[in-house]
């Protein structure tokens, strides 16, 4: 970026409506704009404070965001995505880069094509600009490993506070977003993982229903459970991105007002919630009811242990992405890089990993019946008994909740959450947010409701300001 740009523009703030006006006027270029995010993650993801946010970098995004600059001075642009770089979790596959899950076994496993997502993003418009670190295996290989922690990757750093977990297993994609190393990023969940890390670093999360963003291409830990969706630092730049990962249109429907008459249900509050965050969701429900909404008090989600169900998905999900990669790949199954791990366990295995033991010795054929059963029970329990009979029982809109909590619920039904920024703690500053959860395709309706909070609120403050000494003699 020239320097007069560089004075008009925040990469750490500046997001795909301001960043598109700039393009569009002549301010900067998307070659430009590249430019300075890889600038931003030499000063601070390499050195400075070395967050360990970013696994790898595309070594032709600079080639990427040129095509795009000529395209658009054609008067060619494709949507709000042109141009705009953007980051994906380590376990999505970009043809040419290396898609390890933070895994030293995976270290070389180079797919040979684009996830479908991926390619749904380039349409779009948008500059791959690489890869994010993440915790191994989507959190899915030890029972102690640290959020954020890889074996490949080293340990993602919570910029906001780096005494706290970034949360995951999307902390890498989390940690870039929060500190503007790209103006968009996607993560990945099962159960929690883009909820958590965006309540963590301040971020809007969507974690969108089962199916609505295609999945062909991402490294699993259970089909039934995993999809990707968007880390981003504003209502809208999720609305632009979760558009470009599904071809849909997100952004008109933002609307204002949308919490006016809204009917929202509120399940009891955790008794173990700590105090500020519980006085911050106070405070979010009254600007909710302030802007018209009715809120319900209703009792706790249902919830059961969906781990014996991952356990069997994993193994066979996986075994399956292996064997389609290209030859010469590195693994072929789960029992190859458990191996391999073992072979090498003074760099591989620091938290161990009991839960790619267990899956590796799930027996397929054998345990067939009882995982239909515990799967058919955990969407009755998420889905008709729970999320939808509290929506339906109430004529409500959508479900509030503190924090991540619920997040479970939400996966094991295959619904959406849509996460806002709703303050911080009086002593440390730790990120809070406010989760709206729906029934199955709400995404538009839920994005309505945290747009209309979020500019209701304006709640959200940058790393720069809420946690200024990390980057003082960056």
Not at 67 to 80: I, T
Not at 376 to 386: K, S
Request: with cysteine; proline share 5%; net charge negative.
């Amino acid at each position: 970026m020239t320097e007069a740009a560089q004075e008009a523009i925040d990469l750490e703030t500046a997001g795909v409506r301001e960043l598109q006006d700039a393009m569009s006027s002549g301010r900067i270029t998307s070659e430009q704009l590249v430019q300075g995010y890889l600038d931003r993650i030499d000063r601070f993801d390499r050195r400075g404070p070395a967050v360990h946010a970013v696994r790898c970098l595309a070594p032709d995004a600079r080639d990427q965001a040129r095509a795009l600059d000529e395209e658009r001075a054609r008067g060619a642009v494709r949507g709000p995505m042109h141009g705009i770089p953007v980051l994906l979790k380590d376990n999505i596959d970009v043809a040419g880069l290396p898609t390890s899950a933070g895994s030293m076994a995976l270290e070389g496993s180079t797919p040979g094509t684009d996830a479908a997502l991926v390619t749904r993003l380039r349409d779009a418009g948008a500059v791959l600009l690489g890869k994010a670190n993440l915790t191994e295996f989507a959190n899915f290989m030890a029972d102690e490993m640290p959020s954020g922690y890889s074996s490949l990757g080293g340990q993602v750093l919570n910029p906001y506070d780096v005494s706290l977990s970034p949360c995951g297993s999307s902390s890498g994609s989390g940690a870039a977003a929060a500190l503007g190393l790209a103006t968009v990023t996607v993560g990945s969940e099962t159960d929690g993982s883009i909820l958590c890390p965006s309540d963590a670093q301040s971020l809007v999360g969507v974690k969108p229903t089962v199916g609505l963003v295609a999945g062909t291409g991402m490294l699993p830990i259970a089909t039934s459970q995993d999809c990707a969706g968007p880390m981003t630092r504003t209502v809208y730049d999720a609305a632009a991105l979760l558009g470009a990962l599904t071809g849909g249109d997100y952004i008109t429907g933002l609307d204002g007002g949308a919490l006016a008459g809204a009917r929202l249900v509120v399940p009891t509050v955790p008794d173990d919630l700590h105090a500020d965050d519980r006085a911050l969701f106070d405070v979010a429900l009254q600007t909710m009811r302030d802007r018209g909404a009715v809120l319900v008090d209703v009792p706790a989600l249902p919830s059961t242990d969906e781990l014996d169900v991952l356990h069997y998905e994993f193994g066979r999900d996986l075994d399956a992405y292996l064997a389609a990669l290209p030859e010469g790949a590195p693994m072929r199954s789960l029992a190859d890089i458990v191996a391999w791990n073992q072979a090498h366990a003074d760099v591989a295995l620091k938290y161990g990993q009991a839960r790619l033991l267990a899956a590796v010795a799930v027996d397929h054929d054998q345990q067939r019946r009882a995982y239909d059963a515990l799967r058919a029970r955990d969407l009755a329990v998420a889905a008709e008994h729970g999320i939808d009979a509290m929506l339906g029982a109430h004529d409500a809109a959508a479900i509030v909740l503190p924090s991540w909590r619920g997040a479970g619920v939400g996966a094991r039904a295959g619904y959406p959450s849509v996460i806002v920024p709703a303050g911080y703690r009086s002593t440390g500053r730790r990120p809070f947010g406010v989760t709206f959860m729906g029934s199955a395709r709400s995404e538009q309706g839920l994005l309505g409701l945290a747009y209309a909070y979020e500019q209701a609120s304006q709640l959200r403050r940058p790393v720069s300001e809420t946690n200024p000494s990390l980057l003082r003699d960056a």
